[in-house]
Every structure is written in C-alpha cells, then in structure tokens.
C-alpha cells in the first residue's frame, strides 16, 4: 500500500471532497507572459478558497527542453527521492534534474522536496513514448512511497501545493516564467489535512485539468476509467476529470467538441430533435461512455500545448465566464477578476452549459457553438468587437 | 388414510354481518365456503383455504377475517410449523412437496441493510419536477470505445444492436400457461404503455399479440416451446434461459391440465399433454455449447437483437457470468434465490441458490475487474418490491430490474403460493376460463403502467436527491450505498462501506 494515500485521504473517504475558484489565459497567438498577472488574478477570488490548496500550469515554459519530459515530482523525504531517481534512471535517460527553484514563504505549508527532471524514454519507438510516460507514472505514483509525480509534459509544468494560490505562486517564484498558457486554482477542500499533491491542477503528460465543483457520479466515473488501466489514487473528482480526457482524446483520438458531449451529453430530449446523423452520433455516444458523463455541478478548464478549454455541466450549476481582448482569451469562475487584469476586456460571456469554448493556437481562434450573449462590454473597447 | 394437517388459515364469519349472498362460495375455486340451504348458513372447509383473501375482499359487509391458525401445538424452534405440515404431506403423498412464488424463507434481505446517499451543502439536489432527469437506458453490447475519423467525420465503429427501455425496470419471464391469458396481454400492454419489456417466459408468444413485437423479450428455454424463427424474430431481444432463481439446476413442468388449446397452440404441444422443460438445455452441456447456441440465434435474427443469457444465481456466478460474455451473451440476467415461479419443489425454492445482492455485486465486479463489463448489459431478479430496491441493484451495478413477483402483486396477486395448484381466485395464476375471466386486462394493464409510473416518480426523486440527473450515472455507483448491520464479508462482497464511515 503506497503511504502517500494516508496523507491525500485520512480517513479513507470515497473521494476527497472540495470546491472551488479556477481561472485560465491564453494568447491565442502564443505571445508569451510573466505568471505575475495570474497570480494577481486567482487572488482576487480569495474567498472561492480556503487556503488549503493552489496550483498554476503554465504552458511554453522550458522551451531549451521542449523535447523532453518535464518531470515535476514532490518528495516527502529524502529515501523517496532516492528510490524514484534509481526507478527514472532504469527507465529514462535523464538529461537534466535540479531542484525547482523557489523561495521561503510563511504561508505555504509543510512543503516538500520538489525536483524536476528532463528525460525521455529508454529505448521506446516514439509512437510508444506517450504511453511508456503514463505507465511510469502511474508506477510511481501507485508503488513508489512518498514520491508523487504532480507534471509529466513537454515545455509544460504544473506548480501547486498548500496554501492560498498567490503564496504558492511566490514560493515558486512564477514571475520568472514566461507561458501563453496559464491556468490557476484555488481549492476549498471540506476535509481538514492538505497534501500538495491534492492541489490542482491535476495532470498526466501535458493534460492539465484544474476543476470546481463535486462529481456525483464518481463511482461510476472511476469504474470506467480503472477498466482501461487508470487508476485513481487521489480519490479527487479533478483525477477523474483528467484521466478521462487523456483516455478520449489521447487514446481515443476523439475531437474537443465530442468530449465535451461525452462529459456534459446533451439531454434525450435534445438529441431526439437534432439532425439525423448527428443524433446518431450523440445517441452512439451516450451509449458507449455512459460511464464517462461527468453528472453533478462542474466547472473545468483543461489544457494541453495549443489548447485551453473551458466547459461546464449541462445544467450550469457551476459559474464560468469567458472574456477576449485581442488575441487573449479569458476563463474565470468570476468576472471581476479579468477585468483586474485586464481593465480594457473587449467583452465577456456566460457559456451554455455543456458547451465547450475552445482557444485553439494552431488557427488561432475561440470556438464555441452557440453566439455568446454579452454580458459585459467596456464601454471604450466596442468598436474592436466587430 | 387420516390427514394429521391442521388447517393453515382460520375463517371468521360475523355471523352478524354475513347476508347470505354467497359470493364466498362463488369466488372460492378451493371449495372453502359452502351454503346450506336448510340451515340458511355458510360453513368454511378451512383446510381447503390458502389464504388468498379473495373471499374477504369480495365480501360486501367485511364478514369475512381470515388469518394464519394459530396452532397448539408446543413450540419449538427446530420443527417449525412449516417443517410439520411438509413432513406430513409428504408421509400422506409419498411425493415431491411443490409450492409456487418466491422463497419466503428469512434468508437476509440485504436491500434492507443499504441506506442510498443524499446530497448536502457541497453539490445541490435536484428537484426532478423542475430539471430534467433521464431514466432512459440502452440494453446490449457496447463496444470499447467509437473510432472516429475527424477528417470526414465517419463513424467506423459498428454498433451491436442496442434496445431503449424508458424506466430500468422490466416484466420479467412469466409464461402463457403458467399465468392466464388476460395476465400474460395485460403484461405486454403495460410494458408498451410504460416504454419498458415483457419477457415472454418459456411458453411461447400467441400470434394476435405479436403486434407488440418491439417491447418483448422472447425467451428460448429447455423446452423450447413455441420457438420458431418468426418467433425469435418478432422480438426486441431473444433470451436463452440457463436456469431461474426459484429452482437452479432443475427444470419446469406444467401440468396437462393447464395446457389448454390456446396454451397447446401457442406451445406447439399437443393439447392436455404435460409440458416438460428439461433441467438443462440438452444442447449445451458447456460454455463452448452456450457459445453455439447464441451464435445460432445471432444468425437467426440476423445479428438485430441482443442475445442474453439468464442464469440462476450460484455460488460461482460471477465466473459463469465471464463465461458468458465472452461466449458472446450480450445480456447477462441473474436470477436470485427469492426469485418467484408458477411451480418449483419447495426444497429447492427454500435451499438452492444466493441471494441477488450478492451475485450482483460480485458480477459486476469480476466483469470489471476483466475489463469487459461494457460488452454485456446486466439484468437482475429476484424479489424485488420497490424502488428503493432498484435504485439500489442499479447502484451496485446493474443495468435494469426484473419485476415478476411484484407485477403479479400490482395485477391483484396476494401471494399465496398456490400458483402450481392451477387455481387461482384473482384469475392470474390459473387456465380455469371461470377464474381468468376475473382479470380484466385493461384495469391490469392501467395497475401495471401505474406501478412503474410510481417507481419511476421515486427513483427520480432519490436521483435527484444525490445530485445526479441520469441514471447512467449512478450505475455502479457504489459510493452512493452503505451497509447497516452487516458483517465485513458482506460489506466486502458488497463492495461498500459501512454507514458512518
């Protein structure tokens, strides 16, 4: 039995229990920013958290590594940094490891060795490596005690531990890294003992989920998910979230749109008045990953290189909000907190329910389906609507 | 030879009440109640009585109480009443001691030790009179996952035949011939009404209702009775049955009296003659025959219908279940050991078999744990009363619910056992044209649509009550339970914690 499971979950709840503020940003032209506009960002959503949990993942990061896996791992003593480093040297060429950098703050707690490592894999075909990358991970985390793997991408990185966001974005000194995509969590966890592994966000190779709200449906979630192979160590709903969007588009190869279909399915009611063979589509769907519809409030934004996704439950009984100015596009659980960061905000939007807004870098685009409806616009910024 | 059996049931007629107007004598298929004329008075035979209560029901001035006898004889704990009366009837007859419906022995009832969750504070009920909240349910095989092509936006993947039920509750396999023909249309009307199946049990499908051809299960037994490909093909799914609840391991028999014209028509037997289902089904003495059959069957309906396999709940029932999916069964249908029949020996109804909770739960498991629990949906049956009970089977991991038992009680049954007698004074469990007659379809049929109406109103309101607002949602979901006084093992086998932790 891993150790770490005593920490994340004391008393051996069927899931960790916790709400929350989220917020993510993205320069749909890759133009690259400081972590400092974040910070001050999920701050101001303070009371959506409780101290006891905040996280950053940040996107364009190490870009003189970007060929390698950027492995982040927390350690909670010095023998498990020892047995994990011989287990990575076993099965990667470890091309660089150093501390990551950070500095002493009054007001994070408890924190634990962090370290990240470079490396790729030993001898695997490149068409394996992804895989090869989970299935370590999945080993330390499950097998090896007090190591935990909290970021495995390339030029990704995932920073989170215990304590008000903007602390943990001090104790890792952010402002020193430049990403185009940022996305930031504040947790409020009902249960009293933190672990930094429990914060958010949640990632599995360049994946990262940050998440508010509380999955009913997470038995039969998890079921699915350690039927094919993951196996939810962290009894979080945001595990869950993030497992199920590695399996649908990494393994599955299956669009954005059709995920979100999956995890916020459109009623019966909807789908018998659509198209033919789009409700054949949907219906097929709902069928084949019933096990994957995410029922409860939910708000998430997912991420991954070239792509910021904001999507909540089909009922919307957890807050999301969308904002633009030029080529920036804004997810908050509130509003205010874009126009903090950004006074001169084009306009912001309300997202249906269900209904995935999409940054996409390639085409350097917001997608969503239905027009938004405004709900906020700077009187001195309309004319860059049109 | 003198009977040593005390009656089971006291009659109590208020002399007071009672107006002579006979309707106890006429309604009683037992002979209990006789008028004499010279005396202007009704006397009961009470060892003829079986406590139906259809006299005290029908008694216009409420002079009828009838109630279990008190016996004097002197208690004891080993030879209980039951034990007493077997034993002498089976000293006066020399024979096999038959009963009818499920087992009434107190073996634990473990929905009655789960408590469901409710939503507080961190993740808001829903009120299902105000949000939607989806029941709908796909039986069949589902595959692994949809192979997309997002260039031309093709599906590849080919879907097995699925079939939409509006509420995870279904009639199960009552046969044409073990209950009447007015019993057997009503539970086909229901069923479409309700959105949900009927299961045709073993004793074939009379032409005129094949009408309602898309809300039946057509079942393929050991007898194979009424089996032909148009029969197989005039329904939605067709189900192979390995054995039932009440009496694992043995076959039926129904009796040549009951096979009436109708019933020899529909069975194709000739009329009068005794309707023998063998034990096993004679073609399929192991997995790889199983496998056969469902692949013949597949190839009869031309791979439209799902295949599944109905089996008792066993000991072992969770690796038969493996079995079966991977022989290519694309329902699994467990039947627990309270599961009902028109005719069983009582000592295997009483001793054979496990209880449904359990088998569920560690089915549900072993598919899990092999990874292939997507490629067969599960059906579960045995002594289910409520909705309380379903909600709970869905969240321990099943599909959808088979009712028989509790749609004979929505009909008017009382259950009284006598099912195997051929009499039945409510006119469900019967042939007799007298007593049949009773049953008027459409009121049986508005019963029915009724309870699922009912049940389904209640799950909502549960669903809705721990935040969820599909039902798929809740299906294995066993976060949602808790056991109450029960033992580690079975919280084990259950695969849920006790209340409070």
Redesign the interface.
Known sequence: MKNLSQISNPY?E??V?S?CGLFGMMSLEGRKCSGKDIIRAIANMRVRGNGLGGGFAAYGIYPDHADYYAMHLMFSNKSGKEQTESFLKDNFNIVKDEEIPHQYNPNVFDPPIVWRYFVEPKNVPEQYADDYVVEKVMFINTKIDDSFVFSSGKDMGVFKGVGHPEYIGEYFILEDYNAYIWTAHSRFP?NTQAWWGGAHPFSILDWTVVHN??V?????NR?FL???GYFCTMHTDTEVMAYAVDLLIR?????ID?VAKIMA?P???EIEQMPEDER??DI????????L?????FTIVVAHQGEMIGLGD??R?RPLVAGIKDDMLYLSSEEAPMKLICPKLEYTWIPKGGEPIIGRLATKEVIYKNEPVIVGVEENAIDSVA | MLSTLLPEFKIERDDSRCIRCQVCVRQCGFDTHKYDEDDDAVYAAEEKCVGCQRCAVMCPTNALTIKPHDYGYRPNANWSKDHFRELSRQAESGGVVLTGSGNDKPYRIYWDHIVLNASQVTNPSIDPLREPMELKTYLGRKPDKIEYDPETKQIKTEMPPQVMIEVPVIFSALSYGAISYNAWKSLLQAAKQAGTLCNTGEGGWPMELREYSNRVIAQCASGRFGVDVEYLNSASIVEIKIGQGAKPGIGGHLPGEKVSSDVSLTRMIPEGTDALSPAPQHDIYSIEDLSMLIYALKEATNYEKPISVKIAAVHNAAAIASGMVRAGADIIALDGIRGGTGAAPKIIRDNVGIPIELALASVDKRLRDEGIRNQASLLVAGGFRNSGDVIKAIALGADAVYIGTAALVAMGCTICQKCYTGICNWGICTQDPYLSKRLNPEIATRRLVNMVKGWSLEIKEMLGGMGINAIESLRGNRHHLRGVGLEQWELDVLGIKGAGM
């Not at chain 1, 393994?251 to 669009?255: A, C, D, S, V």
């Not at chain 1, 097929?284 to 096990?291: H, V």
């Not at chain 1, 519809?293 to 409030?297: A, T, Y």
């Open positions: 051996n069927d899931k229990i709400a009902t709200g509380e009913s449906s997470y038995g039969t079921n350690e039927m094919r393994k599955h190869k299956l669009p059709m399915a009623l019966w009611t054949q589509l097929m769907l709902r069928q084949i990953y019933s096990g519809l995410i029922n409860g409030p089909r009922v009984l």
